[in-house]
């Protein structure tokens, strides 16, 4: 994918690959153990991910940015994560992200909630595991 809203392709070194496959190795197993939290938490850091390498904060931009959006978004708070990346991203699940804000909340999800996060999640997470397997793929050949 090469347009503005696919994850941007930088290098990244043996060490980094191993871990963010290694992270999206635990990120399926806790779908598969039904751990919405963990589940949620690891969508939103996800989205927050996406936003960050989309809109890198201005501290690493190589030029001045004027954009006030243009923060640290791993840092971010979730709410303005579920918010700004939909802006950014008309491709977001706008659903899984407002599922996975309330699975961090202290009110628990329904029955229905919690089935509808494990299954919109397990393709998210999936998806994003097969592009860093992919990544992996193409540095290491």
Do not use: C
């Not at 938490?41 to 936003?51: C, I, K």
């Amino acid at each position: 994918m090469n347009n503005k809203n696919s994850f941007v392709h930088t290098d990244f070194s043996p060490l980094q690959l191993h871990w963010a496959e290694q992270f999206a190795n635990e990120s399926e197993q806790a779908i598969d153990a039904e751990d919405m939290p963990a589940v949620a938490r690891t969508v939103l850091f996800y989205a927050g991910l996406q936003l960050e390498m989309m809109f890198p904060p201005a501290s690493i931009q190589p030029f001045p940015v004027k954009d006030a959006a243009a923060q640290d978004w791993l840092l971010a708070p979730e709410e303005e994560i579920v918010r700004a990346l939909p802006e950014r991203d008309p491709q977001a699940d706008r659903r899984l992200l407002h599922l996975a804000l309330l699975a961090v909340k202290p009110a628990p999800l329904s029955i229905e909630e919690r089935h509808e996060l494990r299954a919109r999640a397990a393709v998210y997470i999936r998806s994003i595991g097969e592009r860093l397997r992919h990544f992996t793929e193409q540095w290491l050949h």
